[in-house]
């Protein structure tokens, strides 16, 4: 619920972060304490950098004590060193520093963590580089009229909050969840983040109104700016983007998942050159539109839910690189060095049968040219598609296949056989797969020789193998939200995870007929990095 901590300055830049392991416990109980330094284990002191607050799908009593004293009766030693768990273990009388009852509202954890901060502001919110409050932070519990509980908003800690933001003037990272529903409860919130004038990396996953209003008249200039859903229930009002003027000369990276139709207000001539990654979803009114205001795009993000209206204008992209996208989305107009396609091919996608999904991604793939091609694959895709997807794209050297299945029904290595010597034609250079089965040495060994007999040219293979039930293999559909960032809630793998498994790599050595040479897993990694960018174009 709440995470981390760094080492002072004068432990250098070296960073020291808890909060993912019940290891968290004893650091935060000192925190909770109102201590401004800690010592850990080792004796090494550290001060509060980051925090982040909320997750429902976190254990809250994992990283909170069961209570906070008052800043007056603070004691003045930290918890025994054997506190580092929740499970009771250690040296010492751990009470008081474990959470006994599940029934804490979410939002006393932001109390905590507020009081704690605003106890000594010189000595900790100066600290403070990265604020996230997640999914559910806001909750309260509540009886129905029925008897039974249930979960509703409770933004009573939110002049807290205020107060910390209208201090933290060292903070470059946020990341609030539920911003609108807080800035319509507490308006002293939106005075407080428009004051940030250090903040660069700003992450909203709900907008509306206030937070356009918000932006309008912020003193930062953030390199990155991320929405998610817009949900305020109003109607859009001309010239509520007219911040991103502003913006322009700095924004990097912006992404608008489910919002990109907050383009359609751009004010007119409005050109943001330096963006360089941008992640469109939802409606977006016009391609073409989008190209024009940020032509020197070089990584292209397409989410799950998203319809494309009037394409760009041929060589309107000349500077993009990279296109990840969860649909088939029509041609852009343009060479693309990279292109990954995280939906799956062979089965229906939302509105498009499994047909039409295979045309539209070839119509997609002939324009684009890609040299790095990564695409997920239903176990029944037939050869005669990947012949078509491997004539589609001459200049392919480096391939990424995930096959999408619980289990095969009949041998991989004969799967890899037939359906990976379709691209023997194009002097494919490296390979990896990712498939079911057993995650074995020996087998990753033999379907990695599987691919290199029916590929003579292949130089590199990476087989990752996940055993039956494993998170990631669905079956087939996509599912939603499966862009790069945060995900609200679910488990499991997203789309774009199911291409970063870690993999065995191989190198191969062609004598009288293929040697594999077993790399190690760091070596693996590089050389996996490194392919991916094959062709790549460093930008100035």
Request: glycine share 10%; with cysteine; net charge neutral.
């Amino acid at each position: 619920m709440v995470a981390t901590s760094n080492e002072t300055a004068a432990r250098g830049s070296q960073r020291r972060v808890w909060g993912a392991t019940g290891g968290a416990l004893g650091k935060w109980a000192w925190a909770a304490e109102g201590l401004a330094t800690g010592e850990d284990a080792d004796g090494r002191r550290w001060t509060p950098d980051e925090a982040e607050v909320g997750g429902q799908s976190e254990r809250p009593l994992s990283y909170i004590p069961d209570r906070l004293p008052p800043a007056a009766s603070h004691p003045s030693r930290p918890p025994p060193a054997g506190c580092a768990t929740d499970d009771g273990g250690g040296d010492g009388d751990c009470s008081r520093w474990v959470g006994a009852g599940g029934d804490t509202p979410p939002h006393w954890y932001i109390t905590l963590f507020c009081q704690y901060m605003l106890a000594d502001p010189p000595n900790r919110i100066v600290h403070l580089r990265a604020l996230a409050i997640k999914d559910g932070a806001f909750l309260a519990s509540a009886r129905r009229a029925d008897g039974r509980d249930t979960w509703l908003e409770d933004f009573s800690c939110a002049p807290l909050l205020s107060d910390v933001l209208r201090a933290a003037h060292n903070l470059r990272r946020l990341y609030i969840r539920d911003l609108e529903p807080l800035l319509a409860s507490q308006p002293a919130v939106a005075d407080a983040i428009a004051g940030l004038t250090r903040l660069r990396d700003a992450h909203f996953h709900i907008v509306g109104k206030a937070t356009l209003e918000l932006l309008a008249r912020t003193a930062w200039r953030p390199t990155r700016l991320v929405f998610g859903v817009w949900r305020d229930g109003s109607a859009r009002v001309a010239g509520d983007t007219a911040a991103f003027t502003a913006y322009a000369p700095h924004l990097r990276t912006l992404q608008l998942w489910q919002v990109a139709c907050l383009l359609e207000s751009l004010p007119p001539g409005c050109v943001c050159a330096g963006v360089r990654a941008l992640g469109l979803g939802g409606r977006i009114p016009s391609l073409g539109g989008v190209a024009h205001a940020f032509p020197t795009v070089r990584t292209l993000t397409f989410a799950p839910e998203c319809s494309v209206g009037d394409l760009p204008a041929a060589g309107a992209w000349d500077a993009l690189d990279s296109v990840f996208t969860s649909m088939p989305v029509p041609p852009l107009g343009c060479a693309v060095r990279r292109l990954e396609l995280r939906y799956v091919l062979g089965a229906p996608l939302r509105r498009y049968t499994a047909q039409a999904v295979l045309a539209r991604t070839l119509e997609l793939i002939r324009p684009s040219a890609p040299t790095v091609l990564a695409c997920a694959l239903a176990p029944g895709v037939a050869t005669d598609v990947l012949r078509t997807i491997a004539d589609a794209a001459p200049r392919l050297a480096h391939l990424e296949l995930v096959l999408v299945a619980d289990a095969l029904d009949g041998d991989l290595g004969a799967w890899v056989t037939q359906h990976v010597a379709c691209f023997a034609a194009v002097r494919l250079q490296s390979l990896s797969l990712s498939a079911p089965g057993p995650a074995t040495p020996e087998l990753a060994m033999r379907i990695a020789l599987a691919a290199a007999l029916v590929v003579p040219s292949l130089q590199w293979v990476g087989v990752a193998l996940q055993p039956r039930g494993a998170a990631g293999f669905s079956g087939g559909a996509t599912r939603g939200c499966t862009h790069h960032g945060p995900r609200e809630g679910g488990n499991g793998e997203s789309d774009a995870e199911r291409f970063e498994r870690p993999h065995v790599w191989f190198r191969v050595r062609r004598m009288q007929g293929p040697l594999l040479e077993r790399l190690s897993s760091a070596r693996g990694e590089h050389e996996h990095t490194r392919l991916r960018a094959a062709g790549e174009v460093v930008a100035e």
